[in-house]
């Protein structure tokens, strides 16, 4: 970057051309583009302050001045080809009706949806964006913000695991609530899980509409669901998401992260229509090269404690997963998300080492 222009050029919007969406496209690239699950965060001093200055987390996610400045503080610091919309998944569940606060130490607390009357209670799927429009403010003042050779993400929880938190309450280790819930009660289940895939399509369509040039489906406990309860829960909503974006769109690009799905990582591409689908660390690198990257891009799948840790280990992981995509499309990212005790210092040798590699 020079300081020698006078005046900064205008962002122009949906570039074919940004790293980010080529490699999305299929590009299989010299280098490959890299961001990180969680960028902005607690492991940032800059965050913290923001935040404070917001006064709690979801004051901060629905004041778009405030969101739109945490992110772009990774991409201030580090260059990121990729900056990730700052909101919550769990922002759907409360546009929907359902009662939502984060206790501070512990994570979210949610009302629970356990009985058909409180599913009835729930608002269809269309009224999301009263609760939601100021996500969209923030992603419109990202459209203008954003270095122009910057990729804006937009995302959204997946059905299942978007249910499994509003049939908790919380967060929780075996997501056995949700799993009991499927059991006793497969119709209500059923339909929370397609209220939550309707509410998904309008948030996620109107982050597109508000310029998010591609979008990312969480599906963070994709792991617990079995073979054939993957394809119901996680599949077919992935897909049905996917084929509705693309038809209110075009071809905006969509990047699928099934989390801990291991050997149903293979086939995730073609069964969904996600143009990336991103690793965890669990699977290796060549593994997801020989049975994964063969169907499109991939995105991951360095291990987050090595923003902890650092060192020798942080540069040859990275060189390793740079080594083994390179023979087709892939954005380095972390296996899941940044955690808070992370070095700033080792986000940067990381970014470095892709950069050199
Ligand atoms: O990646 C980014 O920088 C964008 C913002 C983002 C956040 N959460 C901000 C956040 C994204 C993409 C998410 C996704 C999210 N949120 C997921 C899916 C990804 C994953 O981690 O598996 C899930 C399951 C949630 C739900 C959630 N939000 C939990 C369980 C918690 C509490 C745990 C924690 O890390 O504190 C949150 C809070 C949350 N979401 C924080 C941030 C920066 C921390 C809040 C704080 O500042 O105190």
Request: glycine content about 8%.
């Amino acid at each position: 970057m020079t300081e020698t222009t006078t005046a900064t050029p205008p962002r122009s919007g949906n570039r074919a051309d940004k790293t980010l969406l080529r490699a999305l496209r299929g590009e299989a690239l010299p280098t490959p583009p890299v961001w990180m699950m969680r960028q902005a965060g607690r492991y940032l001093p800059e965050y913290k302050a923001t935040r404070a200055q917001a006064g709690d987390f979801l004051s901060l996610c629905y004041t778009p001045d405030l969101a739109a400045e945490v992110t772009l503080q990774p991409i201030r610091r580090f260059g990121f080809d990729g900056a990730i919309l700052f909101a919550d998944i769990l922002l759907v569940p409360q546009a929907l009706g359902a009662d939502l606060w984060f206790v501070t130490g512990e994570g979210p607390r949610l009302s629970t949806i356990t009985a058909q009357a409180e599913f009835d209670a729930l608002k269809p799927a269309a009224d999301v964006h009263e609760t939601l429009s100021p996500v969209y403010e923030t992603l419109r003042i990202l459209t203008r913000e954003l270095p122009a050779e910057t990729t804006l993400i937009g995302f959204a929880g997946a059905p299942w695991t978007v249910a499994t938190y509003m049939i908790a309450g919380r967060g929780t280790p075996d997501q056995g609530p949700a799993h009991a819930l499927k059991a006793a009660n497969r119709p209500l289940f059923e339909a929370l899980l397609n209220r939550i895939t309707d509410a998904t399509i309008e948030y996620l369509s109107a982050q597109i509409t508000a310029g998010a040039e591609a979008v990312k489906l969480f599906d963070s406990w994709a792991g617990s669901l079995s073979a054939a309860e993957f394809d119901a829960y996680a599949t077919a909503p992935a897909k049905r998401i996917i084929a509705e974006l693309k038809a209110r769109h075009g071809d905006v690009p969509v990047i699928a992260f099934p989390r801990q799905a291991g050997d149903k990582y293979r086939g995730f591409h073609a069964a969904t229509g996600a143009d990336c689908v991103a690793l965890d660390d669990s699977v290796t690198p060549d593994w997801a090269a020989a049975n994964v990257q063969v169907d499109g891009c991939v995105q991951g799948n360095l291990a987050s404690r090595h923003m902890v840790t650092g060192g020798e280990a942080l540069v040859s992981e990275t060189r390793a997963i740079v080594e083994a995509f390179r023979g087709g499309p892939h954005i380095f990212n972390l296996g899941h998300g940044i955690t808070p005790d992370a070095d700033p210092d080792n986000v940067r040798l990381m970014v470095e080492t892709v950069r050199s590699a």
